[in-house]
């Protein structure tokens, strides 16, 4: 699409948000850094199709969406306040209720406080809904949005996409500032789950049909030697890897865009490499127009890895669009403190 093409259709889609709904509280004119407290970009009908991120920025209570690697819409938030800050991290979308009241917090008439457009991302109680911005933390740990924005991303988002959510500004793409990271190994019905530690003899372990359906979470830990796999909060596998050198990898997240790539696979040379989107938080100052963020995986940190080849192409088959991947130095433990990478917020924990 040529800029002049792009530029129309983010008119259209502009033009068409505020047709379809009179009250949208944002002009055409407004960008990320002029946003105030409540108002909110949508340009997402720019780009219709492709996987999609969302990324919370805690530090400037702002969210970021990007569909196929291509910023397309800019909004306000409100996060959790002080003693009950949402934790930061990667994270995929678990369950979605445009109708969800709260099971413990009430409203004024004694009801299950009211939590429209309620999109899970853990299963103790942390989730993306409609909800008051004042202009600063405010939550028990969710992230507030304006109604119409919380609205349009319900209805767009699909289960198992990736959200991002970080407590600062890196400075380049490759940048994951904090290492703590909570995705919980669940069971079909939500509970969390012991996983089974590998056994001396067991290189890996590969269980898709407990999660049959959805973009993949990995995780890879250095310092552990694992590589760990889910799907919808659900492990699916898991593998010991080998790491070359001593250097620090640092952090890393990167997502699945579509298609594939003219070089081969970093990990399956004999299938061809996909594209890989990395995550950052996105710098403020953002026009209206879409921004395309270019990125790939790393190949220098790739190349000190060794994964068992027969696991790395079952991974390959399984991964699709929207499948993310964390590279952390950082252990895979239950703690919920320090610089631990979080897996489990009950008293169950990963082996190492």
Known sequence: MNKLMLAAALALALGQAHAQDAKAPVAPAKTADTLKPGEWIWYAEAVPEGPMLLMVSLDQQKAYLYR?????????????KKGHETPTGVFTILQKNKDHRSSLYKDKSGKGAAMPYMQRLTWDGIALHTGNLPGYPASHGCVRMPDDFAKRLFAETDMGMTVVVTDDIASTPSDMVDPKILVQPMDAKGRPIQVPS?????????????????????????????LIVLRNGVEIGRAKIGVVGSAPFGNQAYVVLDGVGA??????????????????????????APVAVNGSLDKDAISRIAVPVDFAKLVYEQLKPGSSLLLTDQSITKANSGQNLTVLTDSTALDR
């Open 263 to 288: 070089a081969p696979s970093l990990l399956v040379p004999d299938k061809p490499g996909l594209k890989w989107m990395n995550v950052s938080v996105p710098n403020v100052a953002a026009s209206t």
């Open 68 to 80: 196929n690697g291509i910023r397309v819409g800019v909004s306000t938030v409100s996060t959790g």
């Open 198 to 226: 590998l056994t001396t003899y067991e290189e890996f372990r590969w269980e898709p049909e407990k999660s049959p359906f959805g973009p993949l979470t990995m995780l890879v830990s250095i310092k552990d030697q694992r």
